[in-house]
């Protein structure tokens, strides 16, 4: 069975300091991959997709940076963080555009 | 801005069948609907999902109006675990950058 892996569960970090969450996926190959953000309250945002090693796309401008070194590998990055990218950091991954998307349990992000 | 549009909020007695409504007038002959719940601090996780056709599995119903501009989740006798945030969403086969998770309606099971 496939299984989606996003850590760590939680985080704290300063203004100003990197970042960088790992996703990958267990039991299937070349999935596509997904990054929202969700602020408190809010609905998902999508941040970044990728439908292949080394692609990526943005949805957004943002302080934040995606890629995909392996196959089932997704990493979210950033080099200086802001107290705006603050929020609960979901993965996801389908097979197929019209399949349903699977998520991780998420890492919660805060900034002080 | 979410292309659908759902109540803030429902609550729901226990044992008894929670309907979800959620509008979808923009949706395109090739969007499928599909819905997800959120229980807190958790990611979403995939309910069900149709085309045009009446769905159903063994977590709910889905109904979608003939003109497919509305449709229903129908939790037929819901727990206290279903309490959570349920997310309606339009996705077109093709095309990645149109996945929009609104804000969802937050339905409580009351015991």
């Known amino acids: 069975s496939q299984t989606i892996h996003q850590w760590p569960a939680t985080l704290v970090q300063p203004v100003g300091s990197p970042l960088s969450l790992e996703c990958t996926v267990e039991?299937?190959?070349?999935?596509?991959l997904y990054w929202y953000r969700q602020a408190a309250g809010r609905g998902l945002q999508l941040l970044f997709y990728?439908?292949?090693?080394?692609?990526i796309s943005s949805e957004v401008p943002q302080n934040l940076s995606a890629s995909r070194p392996q196959d089932r590998q997704f990493i979210l990055s950033s080099k200086k963080l802001l107290l705006s990218d603050s929020g609960f950091y979901l993965c996801a991954w389908n097979r197929l555009s019209n399949q349903p998307q699977h998520f991780g349990d998420g890492t919660r992000l805060s900034i002080l | 801005d979410a292309k659908t549009t759902q109540p803030t909020s429902m609550d729901c007695a226990e044992g008894r069948a929670a309907n979800l409504p959620c509008n979808h007038s923009t949706i395109s002959g090739n969007e499928y609907v599909y819905w997800y719940r959120q229980i807190h601090s958790q990611g979403p996780q995939y309910i069900i999902h149709?085309?045009?056709n009446n769905e159903t599995n063994e977590m709910a119903s889905l109904i979608i109006t003939e003109d497919r501009k509305s449709s229903t989740l129908i939790l037929p006798h819901a727990t206290l675990r279903d309490t959570a945030v349920y997310y309606c969403i339009s996705l077109p086969s093709t095309s990645y950058d149109k996945v929009i998770f609104g804000p969802g309606t937050s339905l409580s099971v009351i015991p």
């Open positions: 039991g299937t190959s070349n999935p596509n």
């Open positions: 149709g085309l045009k």
């Open positions: 990728s439908v292949g090693i080394g692609q």
